[in-house]
């Protein structure tokens, strides 16, 4: 199993007598950006949260980063990073205080914080911004900071959950410029989006409908399977057939 960043088999995760992740099985190799797609209410968040090592699986195997996704949990959070729209840094914090404060909780060593935080606040011209609050930054400049602050320790994998939502078109190109650097460093990247444009820079795409993964491939052959000519189309047959929502 070790050769994937992640792979799971039968990957079921059941509420009650809701299903809400029904007996999927995928795989992401190292250093791939793969995109997990799928509806309101298509279970994607729910599959994400158990390979991020925040919700145990009702039945089904897999590993994230070589770790069992059932009872090693802890080490699993060690070795990826994570990034959302909805909550990533601390508004009421400066910008420095934020990258240390999760350099701290992602374990960089204690030597190493200072010069690295030096280090990527130039990288990201925010040398002028050290001591600005974060909830005063533009969108866009907080989601950069962001992403750099959940791949800061370095982690084999990185999780996106619609990273660029509610930022402009230049901003979120911007955004995937950052995620192919990350990917040509050797992190995994595995993001969920609602911006099907998106979904064509990801090497593979997963799509899911009702708990179920019902496609999965590259862009360029989803498209060719579908006989459209974009992934907004492939989402949209796909999509219809849900009979669920959140």
Not at 57 to 78: C, R, Y
Not at 149 to 156: E, G, K, S, T
Not at 202 to 211: E, K, P
Request: aromatic fraction near 10%.
């Amino acid at each position: 199993m070790n050769s994937y960043a992640i792979e799971v088999n039968d990957l079921t995760k059941k509420f009650g007598n809701f299903t809400a992740v029904d007996h999927i099985s995928f795989h992401v190799q190292k250093g791939e950006i793969f995109g997990f797609l799928g509806a309101n209410g298509a279970g994607k968040t729910t599959a994400m949260r158990i390979l991020c090592g925040l919700s145990i699986p009702t039945s089904g195997t897999g590993e994230v980063a070589g770790f069992n996704i059932s009872n090693q949990s802890e080490n699993i959070k060690k070795s990826i990073g994570y990034m959302s729209q909805k909550f990533s840094l601390y508004d009421d914090l400066k910008v420095w205080e934020n990258i240390r404060l999760f350099a701290g909780i992602y374990g960089v060593p204690a030597k190493e914080i200072e010069p690295r935080t030096e280090e990527l606040l130039k990288t990201l011209d925010f040398t002028g911004e050290r001591n600005s609050l974060v909830g005063k930054l533009p969108l866009g400049w907080k989601q950069k900071l962001a992403f750099s602050v959940a791949i800061f320790h370095h982690p084999q994998i990185v999780f996106l959950d619609e990273p660029t939502g509610g930022v402009d078109p230049e901003t979120r190109r911007q955004f995937w410029e950052m995620i192919y650097e990350a990917a040509d460093s050797g992190i995994t990247v595995f993001v969920t989006t609602h911006y099907m444009d998106e979904a064509e820079y990801c090497d593979r795409v997963s799509i899911m409908v009702d708990g179920r993964i019902e496609a999965l491939d590259t862009p360029s052959n989803l498209k060719k399977t579908f006989g459209v000519n974009s992934m907004e189309e492939v989402f949209y047959l796909l999509a219809r057939k849900a009979t669920r929502n959140e």
